[in-house]
């Protein structure tokens, strides 16, 4: 089995920005805060970043875990 690098703090908040709002749809962001993930996200979801992203439009403030490679678990 071969060890996956994890992508960088800096694609990985390029990748939570990539993200419509949950809520109204749109693509900008006021606030976005990406750092690693817990151990048991790490353990549970496979997650390496945490993003907190607050909605420029409407407010809304969701979470998005992403995973080593890059791709997106979870968004609630």
Known sequence: M???KKISRERA???ARGHA????????????TVKEAAKEHQKEFNEAWHATMTC?????IQEMGI???GDVVYVG
């Not at 809520?23 to 006021?30: A, L």
Request: aromatic share 8%.
């Open 2 to 4: 071969r060890k996956i």
């Open 13 to 15: 908040e390029r990748i």
């Open 21 to 32: 709002c949950e809520h109204c749809r749109e693509y900008s962001y006021k606030k976005v």
């Open 56 to 60: 420029g439009v409407c407010g809304h």
């Open 67 to 69: 995973d080593p490679e």
